[in-house]
């Protein structure tokens, strides 16, 4: 998903990213981190599925000064597309990706003593400082350097003058857990680290731990930076204000009538408990659309939510239309976002595939390939 593409005929399922919402959350994002407090949005994994190119090319007509990646791969994907910010490399370096790095102006989260004199190297060979972002495992226990390491780290960052420490950083574990102690625990521990490296000479430009459940939940983490991610695209869990940017739609095949004890799909898990209207509906698992939520969601066909019945198939699934009068092939279904006063959230389809949105839209988005995406909301 990495282009603008028209949908100038009937297709059978596409994507739809509201640019508008984006913008939406953005500014009550940017409200809510108030005066002095960076804001640099997180667009790893295509962002979230939504497509980086785009979606970073806005969050750049915005204002944001700083974009956030997993990994080297995804920062070229964003230079090539014509994002010329300085762009964070959350998962670090590996490899002979450091000159290019360097080059192209992307700033490593550093997590290792080697990382930092490898830093230090390539920057001296080119007479340049390089940028680094230093982590800390706080309470993660995923990457970032222990407290116990600090005095190491401090030894190994005066030793390497061509490295710039732009940013410190952490990560919580259960910043979505309102009563949680831990993530208190993780920020008494970080204010230590903070306070260690500026008595030792260290002051990092930008000091950031927030995530976008930390940054709703917690004010007192935002620092003077902060990382949302799947805030920007809009779950409602976490304020109910932010907007969903992405849609998946798809469209009726077939219409028909069943006699009541007719089976419908694989595995024969539903049987017509009385005649029934079925329509079969051009999506599937194939397409990122859940197999587990055969017998379980709902989708959206002329306003109305109408249950999925049997399995989910590869590229078909079918539904009940029986209380929704005159559906006809062709007709549009939404299995994620809002039709008429309808609304099917990731959080919704989470919850009863027994994930978490975030994969939701990650899934929806990883098959480009297969289906049209639709940006709407582009301003002129």
Known sequence: MTGREKVEAIVHNWIEIDLSALRHNFAEIKRRAGAGVEIIPVVKNNAYGHGAPIIAGELVRLGVRTLAV?????????????????????????????GDALEHNFMPVVFS?????????????RDRRFPVHVKFDTGMGRLGFMISEIDKIIEVLRKSPYVQVDGVMTHFAD???RSSTHILEQLTCFERIIKILKSEGIFPGRIHASNSAAFFLFPQSHFNAVRPGLALYGPAHFAPDLKPVMSFKSRILQVKDIPAGHS???????????????????????????????????????????PIVGRVSMNLLTVDVSHVPDVV??????????????????DELAEKAGTISYEIYCRLGANPLKRIVKFTGEEE
């Open 329 to 346: 092939p062709d007709d549009e279904v939404v299995l994620l976002g809002s039709q008429g006063h309808e609304c099917i959230g990731a």
């Open 175 to 177: 910043a979505d857990n």
């Open 264 to 306: 419908v799909g694989y595995g024969r898990t539903f049987i017509a408990p009385r005649a029934m209207r079925i329509a079969v509906v051009s999506a599937g698992y194939g397409d990122g659309y859940f197999r587990c939520l055969s017998n379980k969601a709902e989708v959206i066909i002329r306003g109305v939510r109408c």
């Open 70 to 98: 997993s990994k080297m791969d995804e920062a070229l994907t964003l230079r090539r597309g014509g994002i010329n910010l300085p762009l964070l490399v959350l998962s670090g370096l590996e490899g002979n990706e450091y």
């Open 113 to 125: 003593p080697d990382q930092i004199e490898v830093c230090n190297m390539v920057g001296r060979d």
